[in-house]
């Protein structure tokens, strides 16, 4: 009785924690609160509620990706589950991963430089990119948001996109090829939806971003540290380019 009633306990914990519909509800419900926060103040305006003085909405947005990776271990740790699981295994090789980041890197800076002919050509508006041009008019937001380029964004966003939401997505089809392109194409588009303040050329330059990296985490096989490296470098360079006036 008592191991019939452990078995029982073990299956519904082991299949809520790891198809947890509920975990990927809260890690995508703080990535888009991370996004959207700077208008927190203008909602709780329109209610009658009073902004904290003091606060800044844009430091409330770094706190929502770190805390929604605190959610994403806490699940893994509650299951048992192993970092390699979220596709954090140590690579065989750096120095080929490094090398297959650049690559991912170049693919990324092409497909922008197309796409900004196409919006061109179509007579489509470039990106809205002034939340990051007011941002980084100093040498030191410079060094500030370099440091979230390889942690915040590079480390948390494709534990969080690719890691955790394209293997639980799957998880529900029993991880089937079919399962692992559907993750691939929700993971992308809600992406592409937090980048929603850069208009719609924006959402589609990040979307196809998200289908790259993607990508590239699962012809890694599941690796995630080509996306790390990759989406490091990409914001590295996208910030530099922009404190130097440079539109990317």
Same mark, same amino acid.
């Given at each position: 009785?008592?191991?019939l009633?452990?078995?029982r306990a073990?299956?519904?914990?082991?299949?809520?924690?790891?198809?947890?519909?509920?975990?990927?509800?809260?890690?995508?419900?703080?990535?888009?609160?991370?996004?959207?926060?700077?208008?927190l103040?203008?909602?709780l305006?329109?209610?009658?509620?009073?902004?904290?003085?003091?606060?800044?909405?844009?430091?409330?947005?770094?706190?929502?990706?770190?805390?929604?990776m605190?959610?994403?271990?806490?699940?893994?740790?509650?299951?048992?589950?192993?970092?390699?699981?979220l596709?954090?295994?140590?690579?065989?090789?750096?120095?080929?991963t490094?090398?297959?980041?650049?690559?991912?890197?170049a =693919?990324?800076? &092409?497909?922008?430089v197309? %796409?900004? #002919?196409?919006?061109? @050509?179509?007579?489509?508006?470039?990106?809205?990119? *002034?939340?990051?041009?007011t941002?980084?008019?100093?040498?030191?937001r410079?060094?500030?948001?370099?440091?979230?380029?390889?942690?915040?964004?590079?480390?948390?966003?494709?534990?969080?996109?690719?890691?955790?939401?394209?293997?639980?997505?799957?998880?529900?089809?029993?991880?089937?090829?079919t399962?692992?392109? =559907?993750?691939? &194409?929700?993971?992308?588009? %809600?992406? #592409?939806?937090?980048? @929603?303040?850069?208009?719609?050329?924006?959402?589609? *330059?990040?979307?196809?971003?998200?289908?790259?990296?993607?990508?590239?985490?699962?012809?890694?096989?599941?690796?995630?540290w080509?996306?790390?490296?990759a989406?490091?470098?990409?914001?590295?360079?996208?910030f530099?380019?922009?404190?130097?006036?440079?539109s990317?």
């Amino acid at each position: 009785m008592s191991s019939l009633s452990a078995n029982r306990a073990g299956f519904s914990m082991g299949r809520f924690l790891d198809k947890s519909i509920l975990g990927i509800s809260i890690t995508i419900l703080l990535v888009l609160a991370a996004n959207f926060i700077d208008l927190l103040p203008r909602l709780l305006a329109a209610v009658g509620i009073a902004f904290p003085a003091g606060v800044n909405p844009e430091l409330l947005a770094f706190i929502a990706i770190p805390l929604a990776m605190l959610v994403i271990l806490a699940l893994w740790l509650l299951k048992g589950g192993k970092p390699a699981e979220l596709g954090l295994a140590r690579p065989d090789s750096w120095p080929r991963t490094i090398l297959l980041a650049i690559a991912v890197v170049a =693919v990324i800076k &092409l497909m922008a430089v197309l %796409l900004g #002919a196409i919006f061109v @050509a179509t007579g489509l508006q470039e990106p809205d990119l *002034s939340r990051h041009q007011t941002a980084y008019q100093d040498l030191n937001r410079l060094f500030l948001m370099l440091a979230v380029s390889w942690t915040t964004a590079g480390f948390g966003e494709e534990l969080i996109w690719r890691g955790f939401l394209i293997g639980r997505i799957s998880k529900l089809f029993n991880e089937s090829r079919t399962g692992w392109i =559907v993750g691939l &194409l929700i993971s992308s588009f %809600l992406f #592409a939806l937090i980048h @929603a303040y850069q208009n719609l050329p924006g959402m589609i *330059s990040t979307g196809l971003v998200g289908l790259i990296l993607g990508s590239a985490y699962l012809l890694s096989k599941r690796n995630l540290w080509v996306s790390i490296i990759a989406h490091g470098l990409t914001n590295s360079i996208s910030f530099i380019l922009l404190y130097f006036g440079i539109s990317y």
